[in-house]
């Protein structure tokens, strides 16, 4: 048996965390001294903590964590902890990305000794996009949540043989954006103009290339309404993007090509 001062010693865990833990039920000492109060835990507790502290290290929330220390399907384990293991990898994938971004951003400073230097970098163009017969799919969505509603697309595009013709966008229709719940719709350009759900008319637009990730978006967004803000012309209809390189072609981040486009007017 381990008093509580011997366990948090070898568990390397503060004594109020292990009270915690018993408060919630994650871990319960094996014995609890009737006149004292103190708390006694045994070897069974000590492979049990070790656990739950691998765990968190994993990245489970204690809720998580008790779940999984009930979990008796190996199978259901497994799966959760490869869901876990994705999960992390993608957050990897992430920090990655920004660490990238940070180093370009860093020779941009030592380069040009001005912090906002990078936001020069687009080229704004002024030009009439084509008309496009487009498959759509609109819905209130988070922007993770758009492989799941391509997917429906391309499906219907080959349940009625159509052709795609490489436009892949999004339509952003809200005034404010909500990555996790925004009126967004999806649009795959086909030949097929008779059998497209709808013709995407042409329009003025302001446009200017976004490269690398989307999480950085929203520089060439900046970009454009600083442009418009200095020019004859106003925004008047929903802003999107046509993603030309991406992980449509397997691409990795660095290579993404993103266009973007804001409708306009002669004010």
């Given amino acids: 048996m381990f008093t509580v001062g011997e366990f948090s010693k070898i568990c390397q865990v503060t004594i109020k965390t292990l009270h915690y833990y018993d408060r919630i039920g994650l871990l319960q000492p094996s014995k609890v001294d009737k006149f ?28 998580e964590i008790a779940q999984l220390m009930e979990c008796t399907e190996a199978e259901l384990l497994l799966a959760k902890l490869r869901r876990q293991q994705h999960k992390l990898q993608q957050q990897m994938q992430s920090t990655q990305l920004i660490i990238n971004e940070l180093d370009a951003h860093l020779q941009s400073i030592e380069r040009t000794g001005n912090i906002m230097e990078y936001q020069k970098n687009y080229e704004i163009k002024l030009l009439e996009t084509p008309n496009r017969a487009v498959l759509t799919c609109r819905q209130n969505m988070g ?45 795959v350009g086909v030949e097929e103009e008779k059998q497209a759900d709808k013709l995407l008319p042409g329009s003025l637009c302001a446009m200017t290339i976004h490269k690398g990730a989307y999480s950085s978006l929203h520089d060439a967004y900046g970009a454009l309404m600083n442009w418009i803000a200095e020019s004859d012309y106003e925004c008047c209809g929903a802003p999107f993007d046509i993603y030309t390189k991406g992980s449509f072609q397997m691409l990795p981040p660095e290579q993404w090509e993103t266009e973007v486009y804001f409708p306009v007017k002669k004010k």
């Fill in 36 to 63: 004292t109060g103190y708390r006694y835990y045994n070897q069974t507790q000590l492979d049990k903590m070790l656990l739950i502290q691998r765990l968190k290290r994993y990245g489970f929330s204690l809720v």
């Fill in 143 to 187: 922007v993770g949540e758009f492989g799941q509603y391509y997917s429906s697309i391309f499906e219907r595009i080959a349940k009625k043989k159509l052709t795609p013709n490489n436009i892949c966008g999004a339509i952003y229709n809200d005034r404010e954006f909500d990555p996790d719940h925004s009126d967004i719709e999806l649009f």
